[in-house]
């Protein structure tokens, strides 16, 4: 499910297409909300590892599980020490969810697979959020 779902916001989040993605198979139960959050990791010179999140959602339980993402733009603003994403060819993509539970311990859940990719040399230039 993770694969798929990682598989499905990459096809997305950089080209204008549209995949659905459905989550209800990780709704149990015991499932209250989910909190998904894609991050990026990349070296610089400056430093070995750098982390941003460029995209998160909260799902509740009664929500539609089935999530459209078509021409996704990052939530946040963030600075990035040395450009270091501008023209990086080994960003590395990994989704993860928080469930928080109706009862129990809050599971960090990482996304079985990894994609790596490179970014582009220019960035489109936000009018606003």
């Known amino acids: 499910m993770a694969a798929l779902t990682f598989g499905c916001f ?54 539609n599980t ?19 994403l501008r023209a990086n060819k080994n960003i590395t993509l990994t989704l993860s969810w928080n469930v928080v539970p109706n009862a129990g311990i809050l599971p960090l859940v990482m996304g079985s697979g990894h994609k790596s990719l490179a970014f582009p040399e220019t960035y489109e230039t936000a009018k606003s959020y």
């Not at 610089?44 to 750098?50: F, S």
């Not at 993402?69 to 040395?82: C, H, I, Q, T």
């Open 10 to 63: 990459i096809t997305t989040a950089f080209k204008d297409r549209s995949v659905p993605v459905d989550i209800h198979p990780i709704f149990d139960w015991n499932v209250k909300e989910l909190f998904l959050y894609l991050t990026a990791e990349y070296a610089t010179k400056g430093n070995a590892l750098n982390q941003v999140v460029l995209w998160d959602k909260i799902v509740l339980r009664g929500d």
């Open 66 to 84: 089935k999530l459209n993402l078509k021409d996704v733009k990052s939530k946040y603003f963030f600075f990035d020490d040395g450009n270091g």
